[in-house]
């Protein structure tokens, strides 16, 4: 296995070092020592960026999809050649466990196969005129420089998504990725050049997020922004965008609730659930974070699921049997402690965790939380980490309305035997994605977005290029 690699920016395909310019440290978040230093992009450097997308966006629109396919599936299978060495590199910097890091990866090459197939069924279509010599055509054209800006908890699969959307429509594309895990976005670079991508159609850069996205949303170059981040900053960058009249595709935070009925499956669906919810440590935009368990059913799902929570190994990503890392930088521990002690005020029962594991290291306890308010903070804020609220309903109509209250709806969830409710809470779920008893999103041919406050577009399924083209309505006689 090879060191933490040295990490740099890549502009008109060449990857650009630290040397004259700022850094920044990155930290191995299970002992907080530095592993690496992160260059900023100067000005200069983001101006390149800019000139050289744009410039490559001449040739690259022209592009056959046949061409951009061929390039995706040489990503996907350099994607799995790779995995292992990426996927340790995302247990050092990120934290979560090798096992997930390397199915992250591994997921992400059908995400390039998955372009490389819907990249040469990009069609448009003939109107039928209104006089026999009239012909009218309805053509997609990609949209031009895109500027995109990926978080830290899946730093690969967020940051290829946006790549394979953008490139595989034939846009040109600046992205932003997470500098607290950097390692994941450089070797993305790696392998689309080795791909054969020409220069300037991937341009990666690292700076202050708030310094960079209003630089390149400003610029003129740049005709769309995707976004993957918490609500807050998805808003206040929608609306730059709005400002320069920029079309945008946001994946922003949800809180996925969780209905559990009597008639459910109760404990196969409680042990499931305490798996998801600490798969990444509980920071998955879509992990279920509300559980409102019919009163019936409370008692033995809370006993399944609390075992489940109590019995998961937390340590080192890297070691044997690990089977929940730390987080994914000391801020989120913080984050978790302003729940726990919002829950505690309230006078609410903290029944597992409920603190810092250590003094080294970002981790913090598998937490569960009962006898909670709808209006607590754990309740009404994504907690993005290890702790799950349990509370009780009564009936379907009290469930649905408790789990639609909040402005989210990214992902939801509902276990139940019965196929009337079943088809009810599909229907009636204000969610981008419901899962009915099973785990069943975020697969490349299925698309992954949300509504209300959680988000605009898609990513994924036959839906994913649909933010990277215009449309040009042509008629001729
Ligand atoms: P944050 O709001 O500070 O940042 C979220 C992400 O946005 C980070 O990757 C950050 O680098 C980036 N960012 C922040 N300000 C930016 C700006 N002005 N321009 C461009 N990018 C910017 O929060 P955080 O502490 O990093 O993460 C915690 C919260 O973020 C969670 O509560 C969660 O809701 C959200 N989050 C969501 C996802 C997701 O998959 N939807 C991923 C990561 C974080």
């Known amino acids: 296995m090879s060191a933490y690699p040295s990490l740099s920016l890549y502009i008109n395909g060449q990857f650009l070092s630290g040397e004259g310019r700022k850094t920044q440290d990155v930290f191995n978040p299970a002992n907080q020592q530095v592993i690496g230093q992160l260059p900023h992009a100067s000005k200069a450097d983001l ?24 390039i995706l599936r040489k990503v996907a299978a350099l994607t799995r050649e790779r995995a292992e ?17 390397l199915a992250e990866v591994r997921s992400c090459a059908e995400h390039a196969e998955w372009h490389a197939e819907e990249a040469r069924r990009i069609y448009g279509r003939v109107i039928p005129a209104r006089q026999p010599n009239v012909r009218q055509l309805v053509i997609k054209e990609p949209v031009g420089v895109c500027a995109a800006f990926t978080p830290w908890n899946f730093p690969f699969n967020q940051a290829i998504r946006k790549m394979v959307a953008a490139i595989g429509a034939g846009c040109t594309l600046i992205l932003k990725g ?24 991937l341009n990666i850069v690292w700076g202050v997020p708030s310094e960079v996205s209003t630089y390149l949303i400003e610029s003129p170059i740049v005709r769309k922004i995707s976004f993957t981040g918490s609500v807050a900053v998805g808003k206040h960058l929608s609306s730059l965008a709005g400002l320069h ?21 109760i404990e196969p669906a409680a042990e499931m659930l305490a798996r998801t919810k600490l798969r990444n440590a509980g ?58 002690d919002d829950a505690n005020r309230r006078g609410a029962k903290v029944l597992t965790g409920g603190e810092r594991i250590g003094s080294v290291g970002s981790f913090f306890a598998p937490t569960v939380v009962t006898e ?34 909040l402005p989210f709806g990214l992902a939801s969830f509902a276990f139940t035997g019965s196929l009337k409710t079943a088809n009810r809470v599909a229907n009636e779920l204000e969610a981008g994605m419901v899962n009915i008893n099973h785990f069943g999103i975020a697969l490349s041919e299925t698309p992954f977005g949300g509504i209300k406050d959680s988000g605009i577009g898609s990513e994924g399924g036959m839906e994913t290029f649909d933010g990277y083209l215009t449309t040009k309505f042509v008629t001729e006689v």
């Open 47 to 70: 101006d390149l960026a800019l000139q050289s997308a744009q410039k490559a966006f001449e040739t690259w629109r022209k592009s056959s999809p046949l061409d951009r396919s061929n």
């Open 85 to 101: 060495d990426i996927a340790r590199n995302i247990t050092l910097d990120q934290g979560k466990p090798l096992g997930e890091a």
């Open 178 to 201: 997470p500098e607290d895990s950097p390692s994941a976005v450089v070797a993305l670079a790696q392998l689309f050049q080795d791909a054969g991508l020409p220069p300037g159609v």
């Open 245 to 265: 009249m920029k079309r945008v595709t946001m994946e922003l935070g949800g809180h996925s609730p969780v209905l559990v009925f009597d008639d459910a499956d």
């Open 283 to 340: 920071q998955v935009c879509v992990s279920p974070t509300r559980f409102y368990v019919q009163e019936k059913a409370y008692d033995k799902f809370l006993a399944k699921f609390l075992d489940v929570i109590k019995s998961v190994k937390v340590g080192d990503g890297l070691e044997k049997g690990t089977q929940m890392g730390p987080l994914a930088f000391d801020r989120r521990v913080t984050a978790m402690q302003s729940f726990v």
């Open 372 to 405: 909670i308010g709808d209006d607590s903070m754990l309740m009404t804020e994504e907690p993005f980490g290890p702790i799950a609220p349990v509370v009780r309903f009564k009936d379907t109509d009290e469930g649905i309305r408790r789990a639609n209250s």
